[in-house]
């Protein structure tokens, strides 16, 4: 007697119960071959088997690419999940050259077609980008593109594209790699995971102080300086600029340095934003080393507004020249516990700015002033932290109330249960009065314009 066991085979259960919009983007091109398209449709099924149900919040849309996108189900228009996974047994194999590039734009313009609402009402837009070939166009360009329109970008494909989908994802948390058909089905909890856990790009609750510093150099030219400075009054939308929670400022170098207005000067948002528009060019010579002292000595001092204990960075812009001098100023920001990104503009990366940018991920190279609107988020990422490879380290350090130092006239910090205590100088004396302890959201105390060494017993 023969006895036949049928086993069938099911998805794990899982839910995708958050509000987003997902399209999948799937390489159909002859790099990927016939097989490793077939995998990845398989697991793009067996993820929606898994996690979409009738009461879903979830909204999908599959594409397949090689020379051209071809819209298989736009997003959200199908009857039911059977429908949707029937529609994926009809995309077609196409071959062909791998275009990658050029389906990421396509995708940023049209792929969420009417789905695309704006503000509050608008979900989460999610691309995920299924490959297992290196593009034969450029990706850094049109990937960030993609995340300036605030698309979350995630990328699964073989470990030969790993480089390169952790360029197109701007994160190296952003990407899954698989080795062959089992791995990859078994990554659908961890892609689950990601669509409902990513937060949207921004530091609106966290505590920070920011100075952006601007290349005003005859090498820069005025129209390129007034690029900078709408790049980075874009950027600071994405702050809640105000004494409590993110204090900004800004220095601008050139035949001169010069504090357009320091971290403490505007404590709104909106007067940030018209003092940046208002600062000025200056033409010259510029030296990069001589404006990061001036930050170090005249900006990112408690007597000018930095707050003790508070995470800080200098986000420098320039255009490559006069960068000569800076690697020991830059290290000497870092040392005090301030971090440094550098923005080269250029077509050409001297080799002046990597020695200034010090670690590699302190380093954003923008081939040209009207593509800096296209690293928004890779720099947001890097200031706060984020899961972008341009990680703001200092952030994750314990918080220290003596960087910078709160103590004058060459007193000693000294940490002490939770506050801190100015050890003086011959000549000096201190406390001089109480301290004023004020809640910092997300980093405990700091004790600002406490214990300095102020006071002088020698008359």
């Known amino acids: 007697m023969t006895v036949c066991i049928t086993v069938i085979l099911t998805a794990p259960k899982l839910s995708l119960e958050c509000r987003i919009d997902v399209f999948f983007l799937l390489d159909s091109s002859a790099g990927t071959t016939l097989e490793g398209f077939r995998r990845a449709k398989a697991f793009v099924k067996r993820f929606l088997q898994a996690v979409l149900s009738e009461d879903s919040r979830a909204r999908v849309g599959v594409a397949s690419y090689s020379r051209n996108l071809m819209v298989a189900v736009p997003v959200g228009e199908y009857q039911d999940v059977p429908d949707l996974v029937r529609s ?165 170098y050139g035949s001169q340095v010069q504090t357009a207005f320091g971290l403490d000067t505007h404590p709104t948002r909106a007067a940030v934003l018209r003092a940046m528009s208002q600062a000025p060019y200056l033409g010259g010579v510029g030296s990069a080393g001589t404006a990061l002292l001036h930050i170090d000595d005249k900006v990112m001092t408690v007597q000018r507004g930095a707050r003790p204990g508070v995470p800080k960075a200098v986000v420098m812009l320039t255009g490559g020249s006069g960068a000569e001098d800076a690697t020991v100023p830059a290290q000497k920001l870092r040392d005090n516990g301030i971090s440094v990104l550098v923005v080269s503009v250029g077509a050409v990366l001297r080799e002046a700015v990597r020695r200034l940018a010090g670690p590699r991920d302190a380093l954003i190279h923008v081939a040209a002033y009207s593509d800096l609107r296209y690293h928004q988020d890779m720099l947001i990422e890097w200031i706060c932290r984020g899961l972008g490879t341009f990680s703001f380290a200092e952030a994750k350090r314990p918080v220290n109330l003596c960087k910078p130092s709160p103590c004058m006239n060459e007193g000693t910090c000294v940490l002490k249960n939770g506050s801190y205590r100015c050890e003086c100088q011959g000549g000096w004396e201190g406390p001089h009065y109480q301290a004023e302890i004020k809640t910092t959201p997300g980093y405990g105390f700091s004790a600002l314009g406490a214990y300095q060494c102020a006071t002088s017993s020698g008359g």
Do not use: W
């Open 88 to 252: 994926l047994d009809s995309v077609p194999f196409s071959g062909g050259p791998t275009l990658t590039g050029s389906a990421l734009l396509q995708v940023a313009e049209h792929g969420f077609g009417s789905a695309s609402r704006t503000g509050q009402d608008r979900p989460r837009r999610v691309v995920v980008l299924l490959t297992e070939s290196h593009s034969q166009d450029g990706v850094a360009g049109p990937a960030a593109h993609a995340r300036a329109r605030e698309l979350l970008l995630l990328g699964v494909g073989s470990e030969i594209v790993q480089a390169e989908l952790e360029i197109i994802t701007g994160s190296l948390k952003h990407v899954m790699v698989y080795t062959d058909l089992q791995d990859l089905l078994s990554q659908i909890p961890e892609l689950q995971k990601r669509l409902c856990s990513q937060p949207r790009p921004g530091c609106q609750a966290q505590s920070l102080d920011l100075v952006f510093l601007l290349d005003a150099s005859a090498s820069v030219g005025p129209e390129n300086f007034a690029q900078m400075q709408t790049f980075i009054r874009k950027c600071t939308l994405r702050f809640d600029v105000n004494p409590d929670v993110t204090q900004v400022g800004l220095v601008v």
